[in-house]
C-alpha cells in the first residue's frame, strides 16, 4: 500500500500521470434495465472524462441505501452521489451529509421542469438534482367502458365524474368493482396539492418545521369523503395490503376493475399487461374533488443527492455525472426506457420532434398535467423528516375508513397520530 | 467456567489430557471468542446503550433518556397489544404446528405404498425462502383475482377479505406460519418415530393396546425430547423468523385499534429501527427482546431437567 502511494505520488510529481476521482454513485433500481442503463450511461461519462471514474451500484431499498449512506458517511467512507426517495428528502437535509448542488457550482436550472425542481428547492437552494419522477394519473379499461355505455374518449375528471360513472358501471353487472387502486399515502399527498391544499402547516414544511398535519382540513375531508362513498356504493376494492402496487395493477390488468390510480412509471408494464390480457387501456388525468380548479400534482420519485464530506474533485465529478445522466437526450432515453418523467423541457421538445406522443398518446396526458402544474407550496410537496411515518399512518386512516369508520373518526385519528410523529420527529432537535 | 477442569484419577486416556498452563486455551479460544466479540458482544452491548437515548441514527441525534424508552414503550397501547398479538401469534403456531407435524409425521411413517412420495410432498415446503412463500399466499389470496377467493366465489358465492379484515389476517398469518414450519417440524419427527424401540411397540401391541393407546401412551411419551426441543426451536422462530412472512404478505396491517393485527414484536422493531429510525426506541425493544430469550433459555433448561423423558 505504502509502495503503491510512494509510486503514485512519485508520479503526480513528476507530471506523467493525472489522479483518477473515484466517484461512488449508490442506487435503488435493482432490475437488469434500469441498473443496466445507468451503467451503460457511466461507462460513457467515463471514457469522456479520463480523470473520473464513475461506480453505480445497486444499494437495496431507498431506505436502506438512505442508512448505508449516512453510516458510511460518520466513518468519511460516504459515496459521491446517492439516489435517495422524495419522502426521504427532509430527513437527508437534517442528516447534514450531503451538500446542496446549487452550491457545488453554477448550474443552470431554468431547463428543468418547474414543479419538478422546486420540490427539491428547500431555501431557496437546490439541494439535489431530480432524476426519477413520476405522478399519478387514472387507467382505465375502455372495453369494459364501452360495455357499460361510456365514452372512453371522455373519462372521468373529477370525483363526482368517476361516482357517476361507477353507477352506470354497477347497472351494467361487469363482474368488475368500478375503482381500485393501491392504498397509498402519495395519492392523498397529490390529492391536496390538486386542490392547493399544504398538507403540513408551516408552508407545507418549507418555511419552517412542520409541526401539525392539515389532515382536518376541507381539502382532506373531500378526499376521505370521496373513499367512504365508494365504500358505500361498494365501489372500490384492493387487495387489502397496504402500499401493494403489483397487487392492484394485477386487479386492473385481469379486468376485475374499470378505472386504476397508479403512477405514470406503469403505463409501459400496464399497457404491456392488458394487450396479453385482451383490453385497450387508456390514460387520464387524476381525478380531483369536484369544484375545485386543477392547481396540478406534486412530484414523486428520486433525486441525486451529493455528500458533503467527499473532495471538491469527487463532488464536482458527482455533480457532473449527475448532470450528464440527466441530459436533454439521456432523460428522453430514460423515459422511453421507463416510463418516469424526462425532468427538462427541452427533452420533452426533442420526444415531440421524434414523434414520440404520436406514437405512444398515453403518455401525453401524464405531460401536460405536469407541465401546467400552478407553482405554490401546496404544489411544491410537503416536507417533514418523519414522512415515511405519516404516510403510512394515512394509508391505515385510509383502510380503516374502508372497514366502516366515518370521515370524521379517521381524520381525527390519523390526525393525532401524525401530528404526534411530527412532534416525536422534531424532538430531536430540541 | 473457562479454565480447564481439575482432573480426577480416572482410567481413561483422553480425560487425563490437561493443558499445562492456562494461557494456551485461551489462544485456542481466542478465535472464537473475537468474532463473538465482535459480531455478538459488542452489538449487544451497543443497543444496551443506545436502549438509554433518545437517538436517531440517520441525524446522529443522541439524547440520554434513562429508562423512559422502556416506560414509554410498557406503557403505550400500541406496544402492549404488538406483545399480546405475538403471544397469541406464538401460543397458535407453536401448538397447532407441532401437532399437525406429528399427526402427519406419525401418518407418513405407517408401512404404507408410497409413503416415500407422501414424505417427500410433505417436507418440500422447507426448501422455499419464507420470502417466496409469502408472496405464493399473497398470490393465492388476494381478495379479487387470488385462486382461493375464485373457489370461493364458484362454490358459496361468498369472497372473504383476507388481508384487510383483521381477524382473516391474523389468521392468515399463523395459517402461512404454521404451514412454513411444518416440514421441518415433520423431518425431525419422522426422524424420531422411526428411531422409536420396535420391541416396544411390539410388546404394547400384543398386550392389546388400540393404536390410539400405542400412539398416547408408549410413543408420545417416548418423543417428549425432540418434541421439547420443537417447542422452543418454534417458539424463536415464531418470534424472529416471522418476519419476512408479514412483510411480504399483509406488511404488518390492517392498523386496528392501536397497531397492525399483524404486527408482531420483531416486525414493530423492524419498522421502528429500520423504517422509522427511531433507534433508542428499537434499541429498548430489542433490549427487551433478549430478556425474552435469556427467559425462555432459562426454562428451557429448568423444564428440559425435570420433565423431559431421556430414556436411561
Given at each position: 500500500m505504502r509502495n503503491v502511494k510512494t509510486i503514485l505520488l512519485t508520479l503526480a510529481l513528476t507530471g506523467t500521470a493525472t489522479a483518477q476521482t473515484t466517484v461512488e454513485f449508490w442506487h435503488s433500481f435493482g432490475d437488469a434495465k434500469r441498473t443496466g442503463w445507468i451503467q451503460a450511461r457511466a461507462d460513457e461519462f467515463n471514457k469522456a472524462n479520463p480523470g473520473i471514474k464513475v461506480v453505480p451500484s445497486y444499494k437495496g431499498s431507498y431506505n436502506d441505501s438512505l442508512q448505508a449512506t449516512i453510516l458510511a458517511a460518520r466513518q468519511n467512507k460516504a459515496p459521491a452521489l446517492v439516489q435517495i426517495f422524495e419522502v426521504g428528502s427532509q430527513l437527508a437535509l437534517d442528516s447534514g451529509a450531503f451538500q446542496p448542488i446549487s452550491s457545488i457550482k453554477a448550474v443552470d436550472?431554468?431547463?428543468?421542469?418547474k414543479p419538478v425542481i422546486n420540490y427539491y428547492t428547500i431555501g431557496g437552494k437546490v439541494n439535489s438534482l431530480p432524476f426519477n419522477s413520476s405522478s399519478p394519473v387514472l387507467y382505465f379499461n375502455q372495453d369494459l367502458m364501452k360495455k357499460a355505455g361510456l365514452n372512453p374518449k371522455t373519462p372521468p375528471t373529477t370525483y363526482g365524474g368517476l361516482l357517476k360513472a361507477c353507477q352506470k358501471i354497477e347497472a351494467a353487472?361487469?363482474?368488475?368493482?368500478?375503482f381500485g387502486m393501491s392504498l397509498n399515502g402519495w395519492f392523498v399527498e397529490q390529492w391536496m396539492a390538486q386542490q392547493g391544499?399544504?398538507?403540513?402547516n408551516n408552508g407545507n414544511g418549507r418555511?419552517?418545521?412542520?409541526?401539525?398535519?392539515?389532515?382536518?382540513?376541507a381539502a382532506a375531508k373531500n378526499i376521505f369523503g370521496f373513499f367512504k362513498t365508494l365504500q358505500a356504493n361498494k365501489a372500490f376494492t384492493y387487495t387489502?395490503?397496504?402500499?401493494?402496487w403489483d397487487g392492484s395493477d394485477a386487479i386492473f390488468t385481469n379486468q376485475k376493475t374499470v378505472f386504476h390510480i397508479t403512477s405514470t412509471a406503469d403505463i409501459g408494464n400496464i399497457r404491456d399487461a392488458a394487450k396479453t390480457s385482451g383490453f385497450t387501456v387508456g390514460v387520464g388525468v387524476l381525478p380531483i374533488a369536484d369544484?375545485?380548479?386543477?392547481?396540478g400534482v406534486v412530484i414523486g420519485g428520486a433525486s441525486l443527492w451529493v455528500s458533503k464530506s467527499v473532495s471538491k474533485a469527487q463532488a464536482e465529478g458527482a455533480l457532473d455525472f449527475a448532470l450528464y445522466m440527466t441530459n436533454t437526450k439521456n432523460m428522453a432515453d430514460w423515459h422511453k426506457l421507463t416510463?418516469?418523467?424526462?425532468?427538462r423541457q427541452s427533452s420533452i421538445e426533442l420526444l415531440r420532434k421524434q414523434g414520440w406522443f404520436t406514437q405512444s398518446p398515453l403518455q401525453l396526458v401524464a405531460f401536460n398535467q405536469l407541465t401546467k402544474t400552478v407553482p405554490s407550496p401546496a404544489t411544491a410537496g410537503g416536507l417533514n423528516g418523519a414522512a415515511i411515518q405519516t404516510r403510512k399512518i394515512i394509508e391505515d386512516g385510509l383502510q380503516k375508513l374502508l372497514a366502516g369508520q366515518s370521515v370524521e373518526a379517521a381524520l381525527q385519528e390519523t390526525k393525532a397520530r401524525a401530528d404526534a410523529a411530527l412532534n416525536e420527529y422534531n424532538a430531536n432537535f430540541k | 467456567m473457562l479454565k480447564p477442569a481439575r482432573v480426577q484419577?480416572?482410567?481413561?486416556a483422553e480425560e487425563r489430557?490437561?493443558?499445562?498452563?492456562?494461557a494456551l486455551p485461551w489462544v485456542f479460544l481466542l478465535p472464537s471468542l473475537l468474532i463473538l466479540a465482535v459480531f455478538v458482544y459488542l452489538p449487544a452491548l451497543q443497543t444496551l446503550r443506545l436502549a438509554a437515548y433518545r437517538a436517531n441514527v440517520i441525524l446522529g441525534t443522541e439524547r440520554f433518556v434513562g429508562l423512559a424508552n422502556f416506560t414509554e414503550l410498557l406503557l403505550s397501547p400500541a406496544y402492549r397489544q404488538v406483545a399480546l398479538q405475538t403471544f397469541v401469534f406464538t401460543l397458535l403456531t407453536v401448538t397447532l404446528g407441532l401437532l399437525s407435524a406429528l399427526g402427519l409425521a406419525w401418518l407418513a411413517s405407517r408401512?404404507?405404498?408410497?409413503a416415500n412420495t407422501y414424505r417427500l410432498l410433505l417436507i418440500?415446503?422447507?426448501?422455499?425462502?419464507p420470502a417466496i412463500a409469502g408472496t405464493l399466499w399473497l398470490f393465492l389470496f388476494?381478495?379479487?383475482?387470488g385462486l382461493v377467493n375464485k373457489i370461493l366465489g364458484a362454490l358459496f358465492d361468498v369472497r372473504p377479505?383476507?388481508?384487510?379484515?383483521p381477524s382473516l389476517a391474523f389468521g392468515l398469518v399463523t395459517l402461512a406460519a404454521i404451514w412454513k414450519g411444518l416440514a421441518y417440524n415433520i423431518v425431525f419427527y419422522l426422524a424420531s418415530i422411526q428411531n422409536l424401540p420396535g420391541d416396544v411397540m411390539e410388546a404394547a401391541e400384543i398386550d392389546g393396546a388400540s393404536g390410539a393407546q400405542v400412539f398416547w401412551r408408549v410413543a408420545f411419551p417416548l418423543l417428549t425430547p425432540i418434541t421439547f426441543f420443537l417447542v422452543f426451536t418454534n417458539v424463536i422462530s415464531a418470534l424472529f423468523d416471522s418476519f419476512a412472512l408479514t412483510d411480504i404478505?399483509?406488511?404488518?396491517?390492517?392498523?386496528?385499534g392501536n397497531a397492525?393485527?399483524?404486527?408482531?414484536l420483531v416486525y414493530q422493531l423492524y419498522q421502528d429501527g429500520f423504517?422509522?429510525?427511531?433507534t433508542g426506541a428499537a434499541a429498548a425493544q430489542a433490549a427487551l427482546m433478549l430478556a425474552l430469550v435469556a427467559f425462555i433459555t432459562w426454562m428451557q433448561f429448568r423444564v428440559g431437567e425435570r420433565r423431559v423423558h431421556y430414556g436411561s
Open positions: 436550472f431554468s431547463d428543468y421542469i353487472k361487469l363482474g368488475a368493482t368500478c391544499a399544504p398538507l403540513l418555511q419552517g418545521r412542520a409541526t401539525a398535519t392539515n389532515l382536518d382540513s387489502g395490503k397496504l402500499e401493494d369544484g375545485t380548479k386543477r392547481n416510463g418516469y418523467y424526462p425532468v | 484419577n480416572t482410567t481413561e489430557a490437561v493443558f499445562r498452563g492456562t408401512p404404507i405404498r408410497g418440500y415446503p422447507y426448501a422455499l425462502s388476494n381478495p379479487e383475482i377479505r383476507w388481508l384487510d379484515t404478505l399483509t406488511k404488518g396491517g390492517p392498523y386496528t397492525g393485527a399483524t404486527t408482531f423504517v422509522n429510525f427511531k
